[in-house]
């Protein structure tokens, strides 16, 4: 069940970060610490003005050289071969400063791209485990992967085509009012204006209609890797249709809107075409009226025609670049609002690494709530003594589960105290209380990678002959060396290729690899059978000797060797002993034990029954 806290339930959503406070964010990534790196971004400026003048100035080259063509000079073909050499390594500089610029600016492209990703990868690692309750992991694993793409088009068309552009523009028109007047300087800026004005209104137009198609983009995704990932579920159930039913629903609201988004595109593509055409013959038809009258050349007359086409084509893409633009702010926006998420459980300044001596845990009058309303936890105390082992038992919804959550520290508490050693743990590094811990909970999920990886992964550093001994001492090893590929075998999407007893000694070689001080077996048996429920059991025994262990249970018949069992009920603390001292007292536990026991014999009967039948058949 997901619980939203009072806070969480009052406060209103957060304003939305304008485009100007996400670029502003995107800055200090672009001018990073390193000299390097700093230095290629001003290069990349140098090589960016390069490329411009360059290209600004080759209408010029090619308008003299049309000049010096028209006249009638003896030889005067020499000055052409000239002007047209100087032409073609004009444009050669053109397409060689700007290629230059983009090799020399990769890198520091790629470094904030990287840079960004990761430090968003992290914090959601330090974010609360409510936080990730309350959000679909496909939702945002595709939150990351947009804002990272979103940063790539924004750099490459942004800093490198649209803004350039512009500055094209107001060089060009400086250029025609110098050589021409400020007639035709107006004529260009005012359609280029018009061109953009026209682009953005319409572009703006239409991205509702791209907000939709991301919006229900995003919602199918998360649907169908909801849907994969619990794929054993819907077989149970044999819902297939219904969550293709759910999947498609999701996909024909994005398909009215794709639509919507394309057909809109041919008003754009003419309003585009006819704003430039309406330029282009202005402009030309003064420039002929100029010629005729022998104020200008027929250079001048290719010249201000050049320009203009040579402004357009950059702009041609401008509604395809603006959505996209806009789109990749709105993507960055989101991913930079996760980074704006403050962690709910946070280190004091001053926390120092915990201190495993003994491993002795205490709950001292704890009291916690998932919401102010309703209690999990009322006044908890109790202790694990080093080396000894205690039992929680309760109905479902009891709190048992809560405690292994809040001695792992995912949440903080309202009231009292959790001690290690004697230091509370809410003054103490968290990853230094959870390297102290370690856990095989109820449902082992696995990487999908190889069984060695998933052992491995309780310390990643640990050598190949730890991993196998970790293995041995869980009894897995043979069952691994028996496999084709052994320890290379890969487990499947959350392990769906093991059994649950082959997962649950995963885990268990896992946390044996950890060599942690403390034990929490979180209802690590309840899932199996019995015959590898004692297998386990058995293996977890060999585990926890010598080592403080908490375990929360379900099945009675687990915890019986305890040294202190703890029954629970709404949150309290309502019994506590040893398993005969608490049938003793013919109380919450021994009426628990007896439902047990109950449906133990119940169950043998029946398998017996089936049995008999399939030897009468």
Request: net charge neutral; proline share 3%; with cysteine.
């Amino acid at each position: 069940m997901v619980h939203l806290s009072r806070q969480a339930r009052e406060d209103p959503p957060p304003p939305r970060r304008s485009h100007v406070k996400t670029i502003r964010t995107l800055l200090p990534y672009l001018w990073p610490e390193s000299l390097e790196m700093r230095g290629r971004v001003v290069l990349a400026v140098v090589l960016l003005v390069g490329a411009k003048v360059a290209n600004v100035y080759v209408p010029i080259l090619y308008k003299q050289a049309i000049d010096v063509l028209g006249a009638e000079q003896a030889h005067a073909i020499v000055v052409p071969i000239g002007l047209l050499v100087a032409y073609g390594l004009v444009r050669v500089l053109t397409v060689a400063f700007g290629e230059l610029r983009d090799a020399v600016f990769a890198k520091v492209a790629e470094r904030a791209i990287r840079t960004v990703a990761l430090r968003v990868f992290e914090h959601l690692h330090r974010l609360s485990l409510r936080f990730h309750l309350e959000r679909r992991t496909g939702a945002l694993s595709r939150a990351i992967e947009r804002g990272v793409k979103g940063i790539e088009f924004l750099l490459t068309f942004m800093l490198f085509n649209i803004l350039p552009t512009l500055v094209e523009v107001v060089l060009v028109c400086g250029i025609l009012w110098a050589l021409y007047g400020i007639a035709y300087a107006a004529v260009t800026f005012v359609t280029i204006a018009g061109f953009i004005a026209f682009t953005l209104w319409v572009t703006e137009w239409r991205l509702k209609y791209r907000r939709r198609m991301n919006e229900k983009d995003s919602e199918a995704h998360a649907k169908a890797i909801d849907s994969l990932l619990n794929y054993e579920t819907v077989k149970y159930f044999g819902n297939e249709r219904h969550e293709a039913r759910r999947f498609d629903e999701s996909r024909q609201q994005y398909e009215r809107a794709a639509v919507s988004s394309k057909t809109s595109l041919a008003l754009l593509n003419v309003g585009q075409g006819a704003i430039i055409a309406t330029g282009l013959t202005i402009i030309m038809i003064m420039a002929g009226y100029g010629v005729a009258d022998g104020t200008m050349t027929i250079g001048d007359f290719v010249l201000v025609n050049t320009y203009l086409i040579q402004l357009y084509i950059p702009l041609n893409f401008l509604g395809f670049v603006y959505r996209e633009i806009k789109q990749s702010l709105t993507d960055m926006e989101a991913m930079f609002e996760l980074l704006a998420v403050g962690a709910e459980v946070e280190d004091k300044p001053d926390a120092a690494p915990l201190a495993v001596r003994e491993g002795a845990i205490v709950f001292d009058r704890v009291r916690f709530a998932y919401e102010g309303r309703r209690i999990i936890l009322d006044d908890v105390s109790f202790d694990v003594p080093p080396g000894r082992t205690v039992a929680i038992v309760g109905a479902s919804g009891a709190g048992k589960s809560t405690i292994s959550r809040i001695l792992f520290r995912f949440y903080d508490i309202e009231a009292g105290a959790v001690r290690i050693d004697g230091q509370d743990i809410r003054d103490v590094q968290q990853a230094s209380l959870r390297d102290a811990i370690g856990i095989v909970p109820q449902d082992t999920v696995l990487f999908n990678d190889t069984i060695y990886y998933n052992i491995a992964y309780g310390r990643p550093d640990a050598s190949r002959a730890e991993v196998e001994q970790a293995a041995r001492l869980a009894h897995i090893h043979d069952f691994i060396a028996a496999l084709p590929d052994g320890y290379e075998s890969t487990v499947g999407e959350r392990g769906l290729k093991l059994s649950g007893g082959e997962k649950q000694r995963v885990a268990i070689a896992r946390t044996i690899l950890k060599n942690p001080k403390i034990l929490l077996f979180d209802e690590a048996t309840s899932a199996l059978d019995s015959k590898t429920e004692k297998e386990i059991q058995a293996s977890l025994r060999e585990v926890s000797q010598n080592r403080s262990t908490l375990i929360i249970a379900h099945r009675l018949s687990t915890i019986i060797d305890a040294d202190q069992i703890l029954v629970l009920e709404q949150g309290r603390i309502v019994e506590r002993g040893r398993h005969a001292e608490l049938l003793a007292a013919a109380g919450k536990y021994a009426e628990m034990w007896r439902r047990q026991q109950e449906a133990a014999e119940l169950k043998q009967t029946l398998e017996q029954k089936l049995a008999e039948n399939g030897e009468v058949e």
